[in-house]
């Protein structure tokens, strides 16, 4: 997946956006959505794509339910495989809030579903944030009282609400993306690796204790634990880089890594997410299991994770928190 955020690196795209002679076509793609509106008389989802598998899979499963997709690709993030998915495809930058609801209302769309990671770190701190990105009024109205006022506030669930508040206002509906994907939640005791002995289990059911706190501040959503240590915590720099930094820190290996949802998450952004790169990466950092929450995780490219898991030797358990949270109490 091509987060570098050079255009240039997706095919048929050039460094501009433009599209070369052989690429997506959207005139073509947009005769067919015709065709699908003609054919089912539902207006399309709408989607807006970030980084990840996580997009591809929703809008397949779209796609799969006969309805159609329109899809908000988000530059340096998105997956071009979307194009190939999707009844047509926009890509724009975070700043262009207005083009997007023109967008989705040209397309007749009623609702929206946000998939997929968008590199905060990279968009707000990475150089001025007006020069790099140039929003649109939309865009300023939406984020200009938490990002240029006097009491600024830059936390994912205030800056995603700005913008669902921005969308309602408009007459889009925002919903959460697992509405249209269902199956990619894990469910209870889903497990794939090896068996996880009680020593692993002791640093499980204290990493969701740590991770839920750091949830409720809005810092992130993962832990890495050892022995009953906190090794690493996820902040802005996102799960990968704190999986690196765990490897780094603790060279011997054999810690776990611990990734839940928010208390009350807001399912319709920020839903934590697994896959195969997880896997690899914590793998090639040391780790020897990762617990993450049922029924509010998604875990995609399953099949490719579990046999993953299986090879690797790293344990994924999901796992009810309410129950942990009971055991370690008593």
């Not at 009024?137 to 800056?159: E, N, Q, S, V, Y």
């Amino acid at each position: 997946m091509d987060a570098s955020g050079s255009n240039g690196d997706r095919p048929g795209v050039d460094r501009l956006g433009t599209y070369r002679p052989g690429g997506y076509r959207p005139r073509a793609a947009l005769r067919m959505l015709r065709q699908h509106r003609r054919d089912f008389g539902l207006p399309p989802i709408g989607l807006i794509a970030g980084w990840g598998h996580f997009p591809i899979e929703v809008a397949r499963e779209i796609v799969r339910s006969g309805r159609s997709v329109v899809c908000i690709a988000i530059h340096g993030h998105a997956d071009p495989q979307l194009e190939s998915i999707c009844d047509h495809v926009l890509w724009s930058g975070v700043g262009k809030i207005g083009r997007h609801l023109r967008y989705f209302r040209n397309h007749r769309c009623q609702q929206v579903a946000m998939a997929g990671k968008l590199f905060k770190s990279d968009i707000l701190y990475q150089g001025s944030v007006v020069l790099r990105h140039l929003p649109d009024w939309a865009a300023i109205k939406t984020f200009g009282p938490l990002l240029l006022g006097r009491k600024r506030d830059a936390r994912d669930d205030r800056l995603l609400t700005a913008v669902t508040e921005t969308y309602d206002r408009a007459g889009l509906r925002v919903c959460p993306a697992t509405d249209y994907a269902p199956e990619l939640l894990v469910k209870k005791n889903f497990l794939a690796g090896p068996r996880i002995n009680p020593r692993v289990w002791s640093d499980i059911g204290f990493g969701v204790q740590v991770a839920k706190t750091m949830g409720g501040f809005d810092i992130g959503q993962t832990v890495a634990i050892k022995d009953g240590t906190v090794i690493a915590v996820e902040a802005i720099e996102g799960t990968d880089a704190c999986i690196q930094r765990c490897g780094e820190l603790c060279r011997r290996g054999g810690w776990v890594l611990v990734k839940m949802s928010k208390p009350n998450q807001d399912m319709r952004f920020d839903v934590p997410t697994i896959g195969p790169q997880t896997l690899e990466k914590v793998s090639q950092s040391g780790g020897i299991a990762i617990a993450i929450e049922s029924n509010l995780t998604i875990v995609v490219q399953r099949e490719e994770t579990m046999r993953l898991a299986k090879r690797l030797g790293v344990a994924i358990v999901a796992v009810d928190v309410d129950a942990v949270m009971q055991s370690r109490a008593a």
